[in-house]
């Protein structure tokens, strides 16, 4: 099983940007296929996108497409969100997760990451 560890959370003005990092232990990370989701307080958690094991297709949830971006470097074990022009409505802990048969079921999370967005 995979261990997760997110980080690169904060406070951000609304219209701002943040990257934020999730780093895998395991020689197996580059064939998992890894998401991001989220949850707002109060409000259950939802997905946010995925990325193939090899960086190759990403799935965006439509609140998200044109802003939010996922990429991978598996050289490092991480993935990447990169989340531009944040809303308010976008504050949430944000948690990765693996994927590793790339069929829709996360077994391994991470602790996640608070990010609040200011308006």
């Known amino acids: 099983q995979v261990q997760l560890v997110e980080s690169g959370g904060g406070l951000v003005q609304a219209g701002g940007s943040l990257r934020l990092s999730c780093a895998a232990s395991?020689?197996?990370?580059?064939?998992?296929?890894m998401g991001w989701f989220r949850q707002a307080p109060g409000k259950e958690r939802e997905f946010v996108g995925r990325?193939?094991?090899?960086?190759?297709?990403?799935y965006y949830a439509d609140s998200v497409k044109g802003r939010f971006t996922i990429s991978r470097d598996n050289a490092k074990n991480t993935v990447y969100l990169q989340m531009n022009s944040l809303k308010p409505e976008d504050t949430a802990i944000y948690y990765c997760?693996?994927?590793?048969?790339?069929?829709?079921?996360?077994?391994?999370w991470g602790q996640g990451t608070q990010v609040t967005v200011s308006s």
């Open positions: 997760a693996a994927d590793p048969d790339d069929v829709g079921l996360f077994g391994s």
């Open positions: 990325i193939s094991w090899s960086g190759g297709n990403t």
């Open positions: 395991g020689r197996t990370f580059s064939s998992y296929a």
